[in-house]
């Protein structure tokens, strides 16, 4: 017992020459200074003023001006305050002008100008605040940006901001869209939309590629609200599918009727009004649109396709209604291809979605959905369906 | 229309089969699992030109097809098809063309509803076979597992 008492006292002293030790450490260092170690939170006191040096640098200006220009800063904050509470109808935002000289800047609309003075005047900033003419209050500019979600459609991912300088709404939009498209969204005066995204995208997705779902590509389409662009294959083709290791999201689609036809975005990739006409790559810009009532029964036409690749024909059947195999439940809508003497098999398992066109430019016809066992012919869907689910060819 | 299957505990278990694959198709015994077939319609052979590419998975008696972007598919297969084992495996074949379960390979045809699907048989499908994202209505294999 007596053994174990001396134990535990040798052991409290132990404890205690630790700690004394360690604090004594810790003491010194800080006092040697910074170099000499880390040093405890709170024991280093900068000497000189770093944020003030930058400053200086930045703008040019003496560290004693930039001293003043800050003081002027704090003293523009309750200058804002005030005209926020107090002059929320007329009051435009407030930003610094660093050129040609320093200022503190006071948007204001038409009319609110003697009463933004008046509240600088008596906060004595008069020598260092101008003001400038703005279209839209501070607090309408928030409104327009909470309603942002009212005008643009749901699926867009976008991101919004206020250039009180510019007195501006700024809606960035993250997935690329083109300056039309951009365009085409209806928006009020003082909302400025752009693409603000990933890099505008190298690798393009059009009519004529392999999709990963099996099938070809038709044609690069929009939406007929014009909201958002996209690809199209055809819809009996599975859902699910990539270009380049990029999903294609599903948008729309269906097969059944007059109707072989699915939809899909292409994130990150581009997708130009263009389609591929070699397996080498060669590329045709699509600049018109056939709808089906314009067809003339043995014109010419050529077509791509993943399996059997570039051939050319003739509308042989304007009005022909397919098989359960082909499309269930279809209209006489379809239309039939026969290959020039010269052309191979037309279709082959692949090739749906491939697109129908003449000329170059091209003008689309129509997507391909079907093959016969029977001949080398093939069928495919006009062009001018496509609305039914939402889009048209784009040009 | 024609259904062929033979796993005669699941034949049992519906009664929505109308046939079984014979002796003179399959050596699969009484396990063979289902093989849904069409038959095509009078006419000049139309017939839906996509094609799904993947491999042919065998579960739970149903031969499903699961796609390279992960769709699950339960093919229906032209009227002729044959079903087979080799070592163990089932083997479906239609022409001459034959693909293994797990065998990378690819259907041409196009993709149906369940109502679609069984319009096309007939018949209505077993509640069992119930694939995740569709029907395929297939009118080839397009590679050969030989």
Known sequence: ?395 | MRIAASLAALMLATTLLVGCIGDEESDLGGSNPYLFTWTAPEGPGDAAAGLLLGRMDVRNGCIYWLSDNGSEFLPLWPDGALLSTEEGTVVVSVDGTAVAEGQDSSLSGGERTRDQAEALLGESLPSVCNPADGYWVATGIESDAS
């Open chain 1, 1 to 395: 017992m007596l053994s174990r008492r001396m134990g535990m006292a040798a052991l409290a002293i132990s404890i205690a020459a630790i700690a004394f030790i360690a604090l004594s450490t810790a003491a010194g260092t800080a006092a040697e200074g910074p170099d000499e170690g880390p040093a405890d939170e709170g024991s280093q006191t900068e000497s000189s003023n770093a944020d003030l040096d930058d400053y200086s640098k930045a703008y040019g200006v003496t560290p004693e001006e930039a001293r003043r220009q800050w003081t002027i800063t704090d003293e523009a904050r309750e200058l804002q305050a005030s005209l926020r509470s107090d002059a929320r109808d007329v009051f435009a935002g407030m930003w610094l002008d660093y050129e040609p000289e320093f200022a503190v800047v006071v948007g204001v609309l038409p009319g609110g100008e003697e009463s933004v003075r008046a509240t600088v005047k008596e906060l004595g900033l008069v020598d260092w605040v101008r003001l400038a003419p703005r279209d839209h209050s501070l607090v309408d500019l928030h409104a327009m940006q909470d309603s942002l979600s009212e005008l643009l459609p749901a699926s867009l991912d976008y991101s919004s901001g206020i250039d009180q300088s510019e007195g501006l709404v700024n809606v960035y939009v993250h997935e690329y869209l083109s300056d039309s498209q951009l365009a085409s969204f209806e928006l009020p005066n003082g909302v400025a939309i752009s693409f603000e995204g990933p890099p505008v995208p190298a690798v393009d997705v059009y009519g004529g590629l392999s999709l990963s779902n099996g099938c070809t590509a038709g044609f690069s389409v929009e939406e007929t609200n014009g909201f958002q662009s996209g690809v199209t294959t055809a819809g009996h083709c599975e859902n699910s599918t990539s270009y380049n290791g990029q999903n294609l999201p599903w948008e729309n689609g269906n097969w059944i009727g007059r109707l072989d036809v699915q939809w899909h975005t292409t994130p990150n990739l581009g997708d130009p009004n263009k389609i591929r006409v070699t397996q080498q790559g060669a590329t045709r810009v699509v600049d018109d649109r056939m709808p089906a009532h314009q067809f003339i029964e043995d014109e010419h036409v050529c077509k791509y396709g993943r399996a059997t690749l570039y051939d050319c024909g003739t509308l042989d059947d304007l009005s022909f209604d397919p098989s359960d195999i082909c499309v269930p439940s279809s209209t006489d809508d379809f239309v039939r291809v026969t290959p020039n003497p010269q052309a191979g098999d037309m279709a082959e398992g692949g090739d749906s979605g491939g697109p129908v066109f003449h000329d170059n430019p091209a003008t689309a016809y129509g997507v391909m959905n079907c093959e016969f066992t029977s001949n080398q012919d093939m069928l495919f869907m006009p062009q001018n369906f496509m609305p039914d689910i939402g889009v048209q060819v784009d040009i």
